[in-house]
């Protein structure tokens, strides 16, 4: 039970109680946190004989017995107005004696149990009374039982008189006490003095504090201080430094007059601290204490309060609050609410009156953050007497341009100044979208009194997604004069645009601006098709802002090839025209625009005042003003006069549409004052094509001309098809702006053409303003063996024809077994000043075994001495070796080419030859070649060994190493003596071995070389050499033994403590210092089972000095059952002592597994060292998942997460104090907990990462294996804390992660939020109702996307419990919780196909908002039945295809369906039908269709298509008559097709559909035989499509071993990258292609994905690969933080007393 006690308040104490004989006894309750005092009791035998006075109801005979005692239930209404609050029915009174005890049980029945358990003991104790009378009778029964009773009362009336008496006596002596305390106050209250304090906080969000503060008022001279004061609100349940709220305490303190300064601060205490001051006011005030109370009225009807300095000593005093709970916000009406006190009247202003004897207040001002993480961080200020009235407000209005892309989502701010000081930095948001384009925004600013204002700046933080702005004025009130200041501008605040200014100082002005007339003139160019459909428009730039984009009003005729058309309109002045912007919006058939140029007439205007009609009439005729006359008389109006006339000049000369030139739509033009039709003339080009053979060309040419003062655009030659034949002469003429002296002339054709190759000997340009021709001499041919690229050469002018001379050449066959050839031979002559070349050794006979033979050719000699010769044989027919010694003899000078080698695939089938003197052909010399095994276990081989010595004089070759049947053994050295060419001073060492044997793989320690011209060379190896790992090494030659200069270095791998993280393949490990590398060792103890999860393994490598350590590479050779390996880190100990770490933290696995762990894993993988120990920073963070509570929504796959996260770490104290900063990854960590069924439906799993610190989380990447039964995952989202700080990062997913549900990711990123997701959610109630028509009903899977004003909630499949919905006239309700989309405008509905009878029609769709109880309603009577597409193949041979085929469908309107691919059971696209379905688009506009390329026989060859729409029956008939193919046609596998008798446009249809470009960057891996030959392709797959195949094609030789290819494609845009297909098609005779890593780079979204092979791509392994693309480059170490760490070198610190700083990554 509880007591309830009653002092100056009530409260509860919990009690023990028990009844002993005639007592009941109580104790406090230990189990309650009380201390356990003394036993305590209430005598029960002096309980009365009467009622209790506080029950007014009928007794309840359960508690009552007979005679009635004070002992009862009590009413807890009764004790509710004393301030307790009980349940009911649980309270009861005991009187004893004197006194009146209340108890309080847990329940009604033990209270009920207890008032008749006390009664029984009353009773049992009175009748022991009566028992131990001797005479008792009935009567004398009852007579001495009224006498007791009597007795007792007489007494206890006795002692409540003496009690009182008591009591009286000593409130009496206190009376004295406190009267004589009072009066010897008195005296030492003449030097107090009562302050009322008036603190303001601010009005913005965040600004209230929950802190302690305090105070110190200093006096005139800084010795006389108040000492330190807080300022506390005596009213307990009042709040003070609320937002925006106005407070006033009285404080007595030291009287120090009124202060000039004060400091104010608070202790940082309490769950909000951050506090803004607005101001502080002081006065001082006259209150006199009094003795009446602790505060009473004074003389002058202030209240007083009685602090003393014995009560609140010097330095410490107090203060009561009357406090404000603050100004009205934005929409909220009323003054100051005043809490007041008695004797306390507040004014019609919400402050206290002053009356006499009151002084002026002091103002204090501050607007500053007290805040130790805002504004400066600081929590204590000093402030100084400012003025003494309070701010007045500031009406702020700002207009933002009608411009495109004028809206900004920076922070915008202000400052104003004026005759009387400037303002503080303001800025302006009001908590909506403001700044929008054309939308006029208002603000308040409270600040000090300014006066006249003259200028402000403006600007913006240019942050956000869209920061850049244009402000077209701004417009300042002073609320309390009503005065307003205008600020024109119309200017952009763009890094970007214009002067790159994104803050400006505008003056104060009289007007917005003035409105003048401008005539444009257009001139369009006379290109063929320069003419445009499209609406132009433009907008001026200049020193006096802009003006909005406005259309010209142009008609149908304008814009046309070769026309100049002019508008007048009336703009915004401008002042100076410094650029202008114009475009066109890409409408109409034809919208392609080529604009040759463009003037402006600036018309700068008077205002006149005309009084009369016949002045009015006169001006308009005079000026041809565009107005309409008033029929009103003498009526004054506006008439615009031209005063001054300018012209400015735009040259353009470039094209305006998609698909041509750059892409653009609109172009920025700078104004230039010299009129450029002056200056053009006429050229005329004389293109001269050699008699060469083959010299003609079938291909489209080009060409564009560069000079001093200006280029010409990219020209096209519309030439009749006899041009450019052998030895002919085509003369073209072009009217082109005056170029002055030419500089380069490009020429180029697109290779199109049965003969696309030309060679071009020279072209004579002449133009009207210049004096002679000039020649631009070529002689050269242009051509390129790939169809897709256009080659281009460039001239340069005054070079000198060339001269032609005969040359002689000889050419020897080896006469050897083979030797001969019937292929085609090709030669190719380099001189000092050109080329001759390729030209073809076509005699049949000539190239047999042992021939001789003389071929003459007549060319252009090459000026000088002949350089290198290219001999070229593609093919081999019957022979396919050649073994030559020739000799090609130039007829001035005998110049021998020396070849001696094979021509074949092995050796290669062109060689590059350098001429040579007979006398200069190299000796051969005898080299002693030792090849030193390593001593370690299978280090031997039975394979062949080839060696190629290359030195400074060239190269031997490859020479086989002729082994006896013990060569190459264990440990032991073996000597060659081999007779070779000399290479002058060996340089490097090529080792071969073929792999070929019972003992392939081979560990080679070192090689050493002598001769008889050079000193020994050394090269070590120290790795193996095999198939399993790589069959060639290069070693750069030493002149040192390195054997002499081994160190041992101690190895300790931590694998980590993670489920499977142990491996039992074999690891590699490589040391890289900056002297040298070790080599490969193996890491191998035969003691114990080494790589077990959380193990520490220790190994000890011996190896040569490599200095100090940079970095390791780790490998696994991934032979075992367990080849996935978990990483945690490595340490090394070097001999001089030092210990490096090499932290990983991630997994280590071959590329080819399946396992999802290691999928996109290398087996090898190089780590940075760094010298601190990066287990001392680990933290532990939780990681929660919350599974949706949808049906379906668990997964039993395997998922994963990869945390992105922002990292900091400081140098050694030592020397800097350096910050860096970045964003790092942890890498994919598998999510696992001691729970036997996580991500279940609707649960919490909680998993715990141990990781390095973190720091600030930017988003995550989680996903899963799509493994297990049911992998498909719905996920609400995920919570990460930091266990050590508490922070909490939240990740809303509320999506699929499902291949078969959604858009089909298993993987999604999300971004990190501070705030709960949770409590932004909303639900919403569906209900869907079918038509009633026959077969209205369906079976697919319905889905819809709700959009919103704030968002969507993206495609969501409608489920219920329910078994069959969507069923002919039924009604179904479903349930979505989603984010908040505010009012709902747009619904998309739509199923997907599946079932038996997909075709469905709805008849109306409800959507309300649970929050809102808003219903939206959507009429949905269509529909959605499929399209019958027929698909009719041709009849050719080969026609049919076994590819996978596609169809898209264009709607006229700019609608499309999905790409849907076409399948029907059995054998398909030899002809037949399908049926699709997609949206209602009518009528089409096109087509598109295509296949993957897959398949057997994958070229098809398509007639014709036919659509059917199954609802309306319309019929679409698209011709086609096409090859869909890689080798056929123009090697196209997707086309457009446009509806019989349709106009097919000259750019595609579909200019809406969106493109990028992308940026691929192609790494083949650097390993033997790794690069191909084939032509690569990819297929770009993501959230809005696919792109591609795309051709990875550019002029240089590709994909070559360790190589990096460029290539920029443009494409579909594709949005987020989700994976992407990269295939070759196996031809060349290097198709085998080993492939490391992709990435691409998007112009739309501007991200990098990555995407890692690490796999061969051959017949073997298959040449189709899908890689995933992620964001993260797993390939980079899994850092966590950056660390710089300090190493002193002790052979540097010998040289110098500079520490060496050597820096690492954890």
């Known amino acids: 039970m509880r007591w309830i006690l009653k002092h100056v308040s009530w409260r509860l104490i919990f009690l023990s109680f028990y009844i002993s004989e005639d007592r009941l006894y109580f104790t406090a309750d230990a189990n309650r946190e009380r201390a356990v005092g003394k036993t305590r009791y209430i005598a029960l035998d002096r309980i009365p004989v009467r009622p209790l006075p506080h029950r007014r109801r009928r007794v309840d005979p359960s508690t009552m017995s007979t005679p009635d005692i004070g002992v009862s239930m009590v009413d807890t209404r009764v004790m509710a107005h004393l301030g307790v609050k009980l349940k009911p029915s649980t309270c009861f009174g005991i009187v004893s004696g004197a006194h009146t005890y209340y108890l309080a049980a847990e329940s009604p029945e033990e209270a009920r149990a207890w008032v008749k358990a006390l009664r029984k003991t009353w009773s049992h104790c009175y009748e022991h009374t009566l028992r131990g009378t001797d005479n008792a009778r009935g009567g004398d029964h009852d007579t001495a039982r009224l006498l007791a009773v009597n007795h007792g009362l007489s007494k206890t009336v006795q002692a409540l008189e003496g009690q009182v008496a008591g009591a009286d006596s000593a409130y009496w002596r206190n009376w004295l006490e406190e009267r004589m305390h009072n009066r010897a106050l008195e005296d030492k209250l003449k030097n107090v003095a009562v302050y009322e304090i008036e603190v303001k906080t601010g009005k913005m969000k965040g600004s209230c504090s929950d802190a302690r503060v305090y105070i110190e008022m200093f006096g005139p001279h800084d010795t006389s201080t108040t000492g330190e004061v807080r300022l506390v609100n005596i009213d307990s349940h009042q709040r003070t430094f609320t937002r925006d709220a106005l407070d006033l305490f009285i404080v007595t303190t030291k009287n120090i007059g009124l202060p000039n300064h004060i400091k104010v601060w608070h202790d940082n205490t309490g769950r909000y601290p951050d506090w803004f001051l607005e101001h502080i006011r002081i006065r001082k005030a006259r209150y006199i204490p009094d003795s009446s109370g602790p505060m009473s009225p004074g003389p002058q009807g202030y209240p007083a309060y009685p602090g003393t300095p014995d009560r609140y000593p010097t330095g410490r005093s107090a203060a009561s609050a009357l406090h404000y709970p603050g100004t009205p916000g934005p929409g909220r009406g009323g003054g100051l609410g005043l809490i007041q006190r008695p004797g306390f009247t507040p004014t019609s202003g919400g402050a206290p009156s002053v009356g006499p004897g009151g002084g002026p207040w002091v103002v204090f001002p501050c607007s500053r953050w007290l805040s130790t993480s805002l504004d400066d961080c600081r929590i204590s200020r000093l402030l100084f007497a400012g003025h003494s009235s309070p701010l007045i407000q500031y009406k702020v209005e700002v207009l933002t341009s009608d411009l495109r892309g004028s809206g900004t989502d920076a922070n915008v701010h202000v400052v104003m100044h004026g005759t009387l000081g400037d303002s503080q930095r303001h800025i302006l948001t009001s908590g909506h979208d403001d700044f929008e384009r054309g939308m006029l925004n208002k603000f308040i600013i409270d600040e000090e009194e300014l006066g006249e204002l003259l200028e402000v700046t403006v600007g913006h933080d240019n942050t956000g997604g869209r920061a850049s702005w244009h402000m077209e004025h701004m417009l300042i009130t002073n609320m309390k004069t009503g005065q307003q200041f205008v600020f024109p501008c119309r200017q952009w605040f763009d890094t970007r645009i214009g002067d790159g200014k994104t803050e400006r100082i505008l003056p104060v002005g009289t007007e917005l601006g003035q409105m003048i007339w401008y005539t444009f003139t257009v001139v369009t160019s006379e290109l063929r098709g320069a003419g445009t459909d499209s609406d132009v428009s433009v907008a ?54 080529h604009l040759e140029m463009a003037e402006v007439l600036d018309e700068e205007a008077q205002l006149v005042l005309l009084k009369s009609d016949r002045m009015q009439s006169a001006k308009i005729e005079a000026l041809k003003t565009p107005m309409t006359n008033s029929p009103m008389k003498s009526v004054p109006i506006l008439v615009t006069l031209p005063s001054e006339v300018k012209s400015y000049y735009f040259v353009c000369g470039k094209w305006f549409g998609l698909g041509i030139e750059d892409n653009l739509l609109e172009r920025t033009l700078v104004a230039t004052d010299i009129d450029p039709r002056g200056s053009y003339a006429k050229y005329t080009l004389e293109f001269h094509t050699s008699t060469t053979r083959g010299a003609g060309t079938d291909a489209t040419v080009f060409f564009q001309l560069l000079g001093e003062k200006g280029d010409s655009p990219v020209q096209r030659l519309v030439a009749p098809k006899e041009a450019f034949e052998r030895g002919t002469c085509d003369t073209f003429t072009y009217r082109f702006r005056h170029m002055g002296k030419l500089k380069k002339l490009l020429v180029q054709h697109d290779n199109s053409g049965a003969n696309p190759a030309w060679h071009l000997l020279k072209v004579v340009v002449n133009s009207t303003l210049d004096r002679g021709p000039t020649v631009f001499v070529c002689n050269d041919w242009i051509r390129s063996d790939d169809p897709a690229v256009f080659p281009v050469v460039e001239l340069l002018p005054g070079l000198p024809l060339p001269t032609f001379l005969r040359y002689k050449v000889e050419v020897s066959t080896t006469n050897i077994r083979g030797a001969g050839t019937d292929s085609g031979i090709f030669l190719e002559m380099h001189g000092m000043q050109g080329k001759i070349g390729p030209l073809q050794l076509d005699n049949p006979t000539a190239f047999d075994r042992g021939q001789y033979i003389d071929i003459f050719f007549d060319m252009h000699g090459m000026q000088g001495k002949i350089g290198p010769l290219q001999l070229d044989n593609p093919t081999a027919f019957d022979q396919g070796q050649i073994y030559r010694d020739e000799s090609i003899v130039d007829p001035e000078m005998g110049v021998y080419f020396p070849v001696q080698n094979w021509f074949d695939e092995k050796n290669g089938m062109v060689k590059e030859i350098f001429p040579m ?14 090849v030193i095994t390593s001593d370690i276990k299978g280090a031997g081989t039975d394979a062949s060994v080839d060696i190629n010595l290359i030195g400074s004089q060239g190269e031997t070759g490859f020479n086989r190493l002729i082994a006896n049947y013990d060569t190459f053994e264990r440990g032991v050295e073996d000597s060659f003596t081999l007779t070779m060419h000399d290479v002058g001073r060996p340089a490097f060492l090529i080792v071969r071995c073929d792999g070929t044997s019972s003992k392939p793989s081979w560990h080679l320690d070192m090689c050493k070389v002598e001769s008889e011209r050079h000193p020994p060379a050394f090269f070590l190896a120290n790795t193996w050499l095999g198939p399993e790992t790589m069959l060639e090494i290069n070693m750069p030659a030493a002149w040192q033994d390195p054997r002499g200069q081994l160190r041992e270095y101690i190895i300790s791998v931590y694998t980590s403590d993670l489920k499977n993280a142990g491996t039992d393949a ?72 030092e210990r490096y770490y090499f932290p990983y933290q991630n997994w280590i696995a071959e590329g080819k597994l399946k396992n999802w762990i290691a999928e996109g894993k290398l087996n090898k993988v190089e780590i940075p060292a760094t010298l601190m120990d990066p287990t001392q920073g680990r933290k532990t963070y939780k990681v929660v998942t919350l599974t949706s509570n949808i049906r379906g929504a668990g997964t039993d796959a395997n998922v994963y997460i990869d945390i992105m996260h922002a990292f900091t770490q400081f140098m050694h104290a030592l020397l800097y104090h350096l910050l860096l900063s970045g964003r790092a990854s942890t890498g994919r960590i598998l999510l696992q907990n001691a729970a036997t069924d996580p991500f279940e439906r609707a649960q919490a799993d909680e998993f715990e990462i141990k990781t390095g610190d973190l720091g600030g989380l930017i988003e995550i990447l989680i996903g899963h294996d799509n493994t297990g039964q049911g992998s498909s995952w719905h996920l609400e989202q995920v919570d990460i804390t930091d266990t050590t700080s508490g922070q909490t990062w939240f990740f809303e997913c509320n999506d699929w992660l499902s291949q078969n549900e959604g858009d089909g990711r298993i993987e999604r990123q999300l971004p990190a939020s501070l705030q709960n997701p949770k409590t932004q959610r909303n639900a919403y109630y569906i209900v869907v109702k079918t038509a009633t028509d026959t077969g209205a009903g369906t079976d697919a899977k319905v889905f819809v996307d709700i959009h919103g004003d704030t968002g969507t909630t993206g495609k969501t499949f409608l489920r219920n419990s329910a078994a069959d919905n969507f069923e002919p006239g039924q009604v179904d309700e479903f349930n979505i919780n989603c984010k908040n989309l505010g009012s ?55 026609a049919g295809t076994d590819a996978n085929v596609f169809i898209q469908l264009f709607g006229a309107d700019g609608a499309k369906s999905e790409q849907i691919n076409l399948d029907n059971p059995g054998n398909d696209f030899e002809s037949g039908s399908r049926d699709i379905s997609a949206p209602d688009i009518e009528p089409l506009a096109k087509i598109r269709i295509g296949h993957d390329n897959a398949g057997m026989g994958a070229a098809w060859h398509l007639d014709h298509v036919e659509v059917t729409h199954k609802g309306t029956g319309s019929k679409y008939h698209f011709p086609c008559n096409k090859w869909f193919s890689k080798s056929e046609d123009d090697f196209q596998i997707e086309r457009d097709l446009y509806p019989a008798g349709a106009i097919i446009p000259e750019s595609d249809y579909d200019v809406k559909i969106p493109e990028s470009d992308y940026d691929i960057e192609v790494f083949t891996s650097d390993i033997s035989k790794a690069g191909t030959d084939s032509n690569v392709f990819v297929l770009i797959y993501g959230e809005e499509g696919e792109a591609g195949p795309l051709l990875l094609d550019n002029p240089k030789n590709n994909f070559e071993k360790g190589d990096v290819d460029r290539f920029n494609l443009k494409a579909f845009d594709v949005g987020e990258l989700r994976s992407l297909k990269v295939w070759h098609d196996n031809k060349g005779f290097g198709a085998a292609w080993h492939l490391d890593i992709i990435t691409i780079s998007s112009s739309k979204t501007g991200k990098k994905y990555y995407s890692y092979c690490g796999q061969w791509l051959d017949a073997d392994h298959g040449v189709v690969k899908t890689l995933p693309a992620s964001l993260t480059d797993q390939k980079c170490p899994k850092t966590l933080t950056p660390q710089i760490v300090t190493h002193f070198s002790a052979a540097k610190l010998a040289r110098s007393t500079t520490p060496t700083v050597a820096s690492g990554l954890m």
């Open 540 to 593: 001026l730039h200049g020193d006096l802002g802009d003006t909005p984009s406005t259309i010209l009003p142009s008609r149908p005729e304008h814009f046309e090839r070769g026309t100049t058309d002019v508008f007048r309109l009336q703009l915004p002045d401008v002042g100076k025209i410094r650029t202008m912007s114009i475009g066109h919006n890409n409408m109409g058939p034809g919208p392609e625009w």
């Open 1066 to 1137: 074999g690891i590699l490990l490589e040391i890289l210092g900056d002297r040298a590398s070790s080599g490969k060792h193996p890491l191998l103890d035969m003691s114990k089972d080494t790589f077990e999860r959380a193990q520490q393994d220790d190994f000890r490598v011996e190896c040569r000095n490599v200095g100090m350590l940079r970095a390791i590479r780790i490998e696994s050779d991934g032979r075992s059952r367990k080849p996935s390996w978990h990483l945690d880190m490595i340490a090394i100990s070097c001999p001089g002592g």
């Open 1384 to 1438: 709902i405008h747009q619904l998309l509905l739509g199923h997907d196909n599946s079932g038996y009878n997909p075709s469905w029609k709805p008849q109306v769709v409800s959507v309300t908002d649970l929050t809102t109880k808003q219903t939206f309603w959507f009429d949905a009577s269509m529909w959605f039945d499929p399209k019958q597409v027929v698909v009719v193949t041709s009849k050719k041979r080969g």
């Open 917 to 930: 003197r007979l006398d200069q052909i190299r000796h051969k010399v005898q080299y002693t070649v030792k």
